[in-house]
């Protein structure tokens, strides 16, 4: 079965860091582009970052430029999501994912709350 599946969220205060793991399984994603979305109550998902399947492209959303850094090790099957200065509004659950051709494959989610 292959999954991917998303740790490290939690609850913490503006300013804060934290940094979310998404670890596949099932098959290797070492050559698949993967990145994160998120969700805030009432609203659609968004895209937050993407990193390429070699490391080298790696994109952001304007809202988290500066603060976020998304990583990878091929090796661990691994992708990562350094969020630091946090903000109320980085509320959401983030969700990671990866692209295999046409096919996408989601996590779970991890709930990431931040309080003011």
């Known amino acids: 079965q292959v999954q991917l599946v998303e740790s490290g969220g939690g609850l913490v205060q503006a300013g804060d860091s934290l940094r979310l793991s998404c670890v596949g399984s099932?098959?290797?994603?070492?050559?698949?582009?993967m990145g994160w979305f998120r969700q805030a109550p009432g609203q659609e998902r968004e895209f937050v970052a993407a990193v390429s399947r070699g490391g080298g492209r790696i994109t952001y959303a304007d809202s988290v430029k500066g603060r976020f850094t998304i990583s990878r090790d091929n090796a661990k099957n691994t992708v990562y999501l350094q969020m630091n200065s946090l903000k109320s509004e980085d509320t959401a659950v983030y969700y990671c994912?990866?692209?295999?051709?046409?096919?996408?494959?989601w996590g779970q989610g991890t709930q990431v709350t931040v309080s003011s």
């Open positions: 099932g098959r290797t994603f070492s050559r698949d582009a």
């Open positions: 994912y990866a692209i295999a051709g046409l096919r996408y494959y």
